[in-house]
């Protein structure tokens, strides 16, 4: 007759294979999901055939990695107060950027707190026209690098149709007359 405490264990052991195999195709049937509903919100379809979706966390989306890559991942925001040292607020979203995610963290402040910052210093995934008008209407001074954007506003331009000579450095501000003058239409004349 067999030992009963190694019946018990075989045992055991099945029934936790069993339970992550279960396990396993629910994740996958979840990461399905996901992908078709992340197919279903791309309008481009070489879009469509690159998307990803996590087999391990479907509700992590896959996201751009610093290094290239693509990976499941979440995005995390940590506030502190610099004076003291301390983490005042944490935020965690599913946003790839982070530009949006500065008002949400304002308002986690303001509630861990009681009452809002009077300065947020932020790294340049935060800065955006919008970001900068909703923190001075809110009176907070905002901290972080204004980059000069021109490779981004090129693809941009590129992306839309523009021609190189109607670029926005192609034209100079006078506020005096506000007016725009084109400075390649001043060397044609």
Same mark, same amino acid.
């Given at each position: 007759m067999?030992?009963? +405490?190694? $019946? #018990?264990?075989? &045992?055991?052991?099945a /029934?936790? *294979?069993?339970?992550?195999?279960? %396990?396993r195709?629910? +994740?996958? $049937? #979840?990461?399905l &999901?996901?992908?078709? /509903?992340? *197919?279903?919100?791309?309008?481009? %379809?070489?879009?469509k055939q ?5 087999m391990t966390?479907?509700?992590a ?5 610093p290094?290239?890559?693509y990976?499941?991942?979440y ?6 107060d610099?004076?003291?040292?301390a ?8 946003a790839?950027?982070d530009?949006r ?6 308002e986690?402040?303001?509630k861990n707190?009681g009452?809002a910052?009077k300065?947020m ?6 800065v955006s026209?919008?970001n900068i008008l909703?923190?001075d209407?809110k009176?907070?001074e905002?901290v ?5 954007g021109r490779a981004?506003s ?7 149709g ?6 926005p450095e ?7 007359t506000d ?5 390649r ?5």
């Amino acid at each position: 007759m067999g030992d009963p +405490r190694s $019946e #018990e264990v075989t &045992k055991r052991v099945a /029934a936790a *294979r069993q339970r992550a195999l279960r %396990e396993r195709r629910k +994740r996958l $049937e #979840e990461a399905l &999901k996901q992908l078709e /509903a992340i *197919r279903a919100a791309k309008a481009d %379809e070489e879009a469509k055939q690159q998307a990803r979706a996590s087999m391990t966390d479907p509700q992590a989306p896959v996201m751009k990695q610093p290094d290239g890559g693509y990976a499941p991942s979440y995005n995390v925001q940590v506030s502190t107060d610099g004076a003291a040292g301390a983490i005042v607020a944490v935020g965690v979203t599913q946003a790839g950027s982070d530009y949006r995610e500065l008002e949400p963290g304002v308002e986690r402040v303001e509630k861990n707190l009681g009452c809002a910052p009077k300065q947020m210093v932020v790294d340049g995934g935060f800065v955006s026209r919008e970001n900068i008008l909703a923190l001075d209407e809110k009176h907070i001074e905002l901290v972080g690098p204004l980059e000069e954007g021109r490779a981004q506003s090129a693809g941009q331009m590129q992306r839309r149709g523009v021609a190189t000579e109607f670029y926005p450095e192609a034209f100079t501000y006078d506020a005096g007359t506000d007016t725009y003058t084109c400075l390649r239409s001043l060397h044609t004349r």
